[in-house]
C-alpha cells in the first residue's frame, strides 16, 4: 500500500515557475515507477510525466517537454515536479500517482487528492 500527499500548488503569473512535491509512505515506494497527471475543468485527467524507480529513465507529455522536469528522492520517499515557463494552458488539478511498470509502462494503481496550480495570463 502506497499513500501520496501532493503539495506545492497554487497561483502564479505566465512565466513563472512551481515546484510540486510528492510525499509517499510505504515499504514499497521504491520499487514503483511514479507519475505526475493533471485534470483541466472540463477535461480527462492526462500524462503529465513518469519517471521509473530509480529515477534513471523518465517521459514527458509532448506539451511539457523542456519545461518541466520530475525528479523523485527515493530514501525520502519523495517526487517532485519542477515546473518552469508556465502558460496558462497548464492550469490544471495535478495528481501524482505511482504503479508497478516502467517510466513508459507505468500502470497508476495510486493517487494523491491533487494540488491546484493556476497560471494567470
Known amino acids: 500500500q502506497v499513500q501520496l500527499v501532493e503539495s506545492g500548488g497554487g497561483l502564479v503569473q505566465a512565466g513563472g515557475s512551481l515546484r510540486l512535491s510528492c510525499a509517499a509512505s510505504?515499504?514499497?515506494?521504491?520499487?514503483?515507477?511514479m507519475g505526475w497527471f493533471r485534470q483541466a475543468p472540463g477535461k480527462k485527467r492526462a500524462f503529465v510525466a513518469t519517471?521509473?524507480?530509480?529515477?534513471?529513465?523518465?517521459e514527458y507529455a509532448d506539451s511539457v517537454k523542456g519545461r518541466f522536469t520530475i525528479s523523485r528522492d527515493n530514501h525520502m520517499k519523495m517526487v517532485y515536479l519542477q515546473m518552469n515557463n508556465l502558460k496558462p494552458e497548464d492550469t490544471a488539478v495535478y495528481y501524482c500517482?505511482?504503479?508497478?511498470?516502467?517510466?513508459?509502462?507505468?500502470?497508476?494503481?495510486?493517487w494523491g487528492q491533487g494540488t491546484q496550480v493556476t497560471v494567470s495570463s
Open positions: 519517471i521509473n524507480w530509480s529515477g534513471g529513465s523518465t
Open positions: 500517482t505511482a504503479g508497478p511498470g516502467s517510466a513508459r509502462t507505468l500502470e497508476p494503481n495510486y
Open positions: 510505504g515499504r514499497t515506494f521504491s520499487s514503483y515507477a
